[in-house]
């Protein structure tokens, strides 16, 4: 029998299995989980094949079908690794147990397991990786509020003992990106393109690089080529194509947008299951907002995705991403069904819901219904100063939030508070630069009669959207409204 202490994963961490083979199949399908890429499930599969009693592979496998929201399957697997732990080390029961409490629902306690368990064993990457997924579920995750700045702190302890790593160095990008960091984030993330090209978390965080400094232009064109080298068939290929959309939208490219919709993004073409929902719930919510007009694809595909959220609990993300995707289809019963859920919740004292999930939900509702100032009143709450604190509660990226940010914005315009509406924009443009923010202030430039201002805002729009779609709504709407400020 070989020497189970001469097996170990690339980090030197000693892997107990009975076979090179199940080991060689970990450690490939762990890059692969690694950098986002197609296939890290068929690599534990066959780690279990050549060695049924791996529990390792076995948990390895129950995280990665609860990514994909196999969730029944991942809490099976997850009880096999768990069976199979009994006489390893430390190290592997505590891995184990940290994942059986992710796939369980029990994030906060994951959390802090993985948190004892990196202070002993700093180069476990994959409980790394775990924790973050819990901090992008925001409170309905890891339970921190105050995400991302423990995420940073968390990776910032272990650095030291990764080097030069490109899984480190790309999953290190996103701390640093979100914590206001975006230099050196793009400075982590290039390091570890250059070390493993294919590594997609590293290609997100360019993306959102080039989002944080609003160069859409810079971004579209990165991640045009960049995917190009990508497998299609991983499922982060949908999220990296929603960036790109966000890019071609920023720069007045419907058309675009719509076109990468269809061919990489849209549930009945590329990804239809529930992990699709927020990316297609958000582009076409945003299609709508900015346009106007319902987009010109069944509204149902995206709906039907957002059904569970009509009457089971998840994440706060889930829901709030529900919320535009019923909206957008112009669901009401759905709609109404999730609200009173979250009712219920924040009825029994559930703060996430009473405060946030809830007024966001709410909000979006009555904004369908075209009740503006009505909207304002649900979601004002969640963007007073210091901005994004309340709504970052719900997780995920601020690429991800600015479409709920956006939402404010437009209310505000239709509820016809325009002094609000320059206050958050004037903020918003503080932070990163935006063509759309511009042409949004110069519409409440022009709705308070400030000419002159309005003049200049709507002249920088005009030279930035020089080859925006020429029939959208939008470039229809500025060419009006720069005849109106003169």
């Known amino acids: ?18 076979s090179p083979v199940a080991a ?19 690599q534990f599969t066959q780690a279990i094949e050549a060695d049924p009693g791996f529990a390792l592979a076995h948990s390895a496998l129950a995280y990665m079908w609860h990514l994909r929201a196999q969730v029944p399957e991942a809490r099976e697997r997850a009880q096999q690794a768990q069976s199979l732990a009994p006489g390893l080390s430390r ?25 004892e368990h990196l202070a002993d064993y700093p180069r476990d990457i994959l409980m790394i990786r775990v924790a973050q997924r819990l901090f992008s579920l925001g409170c309905s995750g890891a339970g921190v509020a105050s995400f991302p ?18 899984a480190f160095l790309g999953s290190y990008a996103f701390a640093h990106h979100e914590t206001g960091h975006v230099e050196e984030a793009r400075r982590l993330a290039e390091r570890s393109l ?5 590594n997609a978390v590293a290609a997100h965080s360019v993306a959102h690089v080039f989002f944080e400094t609003g160069d859409a232009a810079g971004g579209g064109e990165f991640l045009d080529t960049w995917l190009k080298g990508f497998d299609p068939r991983a499922p982060y290929h949908v999220h990296l194509s929603w960036h790109q959309a966000l890019f071609e939208l920023a720069r007045g490219h419907y058309q675009r947008a719509l076109a990468l919709y269809e061919a990489d993004i ?10 699709a929902l927020n990316d297609s719930a958000a582009l076409l919510w945003r299609v709508y907002m900015y346009s106007g007009a319902t987009p010109p694809f069944p509204p149902e595909e995206v709906r039907d995705l957002a059904a569970p959220a009509a009457s089971r609990p998840g994440p706060a993300f889930r829901d709030a991403h529900a919320a535009l995707a019923f909206a957008v289809a112009g669901d009401e019963v759905y709609m109404g069904h999730m609200i009173d859920r979250l009712r219920g919740l924040a009825d029994t004292g559930d703060v996430l819901a009473r405060e946030v999930t809830l007024p966001l939900a709410l909000g979006i509702d009555a904004f369908a219904h075209g009740a503006y100032s009505e909207a304002v009143r649900y979601m004002e709450p969640l963007f007073t100063e210091p901005r994004m604190d309340q709504l970052a509660r719900i997780g995920g990226s601020h690429a991800q939030r600015e479409v709920f940010e956006d939402t404010m914005l437009e209310t505000y315009l239709r509820a016809e508070q ?9 903020t918003r443009l503080k932070r990163r630069d935006s063509a759309r923010d511009l ?3 110069g519409r409440a430039q022009v709705r308070r009669g400030q000419s002159e201002a309005a003049r200049a805002s709507l002249h920088e729009v005009s030279q930035r959207w020089q080859d925006a779609d020429l029939a959208s709504p939008e470039r229809t709407a500025l060419t009006r409204l720069a005849a109106q400020a003169g």
């Open 1 to 18: 029998m070989p020497d189970h202490s001469q097996m170990q994963d690339r980090y030197g961490l000693p892997l107990t299995t009975s």
């Open 24 to 42: 060689e199949r970990f450690v490939e399908g762990l890059d692969l989980l690694l950098e986002q890429n197609f296939g890290p499930e068929e």
């Open 91 to 115: 190290r592997e029961q505590q891995q184990i147990e940290a994942i059986a409490l992710f796939v369980n629902g029990q994030g906060p306690r994951s959390y802090a397991l993985i948190c």
């Open 149 to 166: 700045a423990p995420l940073l702190a968390m990776m910032q302890g272990v650095a030291s003992t990764y080097g030069d790593d490109w």
């Open 194 to 198: 250059e070390l493993r090209p294919t």
């Open 266 to 275: 849209r549930p009945a073409v590329a990804a239809n299951s529930a992990p």
């Open 418 to 426: 325009f002094d609000k509406a320059e206050a958050m924009l004037r």
């Open 439 to 441: 042409f949004w202030l």
